[in-house]
């Protein structure tokens, strides 16, 4: 079995590397043989955030989440940075947790591959 652990540092929207690392996590977490972990960190806690609003036809990290943790991903958000942007626990959006540096510490050992987005 492949262990593969995204994490992911940017803002949901903004710029695409959120976006781009959802994508490639959705598509590794459908296929046989692949275990992936995804860890929101710094700006990218807000990836999380449950209800998410986007213009017609825009992408939806919400929706991309959701998919990759159907898909069996274990996705984390970093406690601190949860806090410092003022998110709380009950505002994250389904198949996600909050998490810590302990655990994201524990994700990197198991990984065999770590992909910094």
């Known amino acids: 079995m492949a262990k593969t652990l995204f994490i992911l540092n940017d803002p949901p929207y903004g710029t695409e ?4 690392a959802l994508r490639l996590a959705g598509a590794l977490s459908k296929r046989e043989g692949e275990e992936v972990k ?3 960190i ?4 807000s990836c999380a955030k449950a209800h998410q609003k986007v213009p017609s ?5 919400e929706v991309m989440l ?11 958000v970093c406690g601190t940075c949860m ?13 996600t947790k909050r998490s810590t540096l302990d655990e994201l ?5 198991w990984a065999d ?5």
């Open 17 to 20: 590397r959120s976006y781009n």
């Open 57 to 61: 036809g825009y992408y939806n990290l």
């Open 42 to 45: 710094g700006d990218a806690a």
């Open 38 to 40: 995804v860890f929101l």
């Open 66 to 76: 959701h998919g990759a943790a159907g898909h069996g991903a274990a996705i984390g």
């Open 83 to 95: 806090d410092a942007r003022g998110i709380t626990e009950a505002e994250l959006t389904e198949g």
């Open 113 to 117: 591959k770590v992909l910094v987005f």
């Open 105 to 109: 510490t524990t994700w990197t050992q």
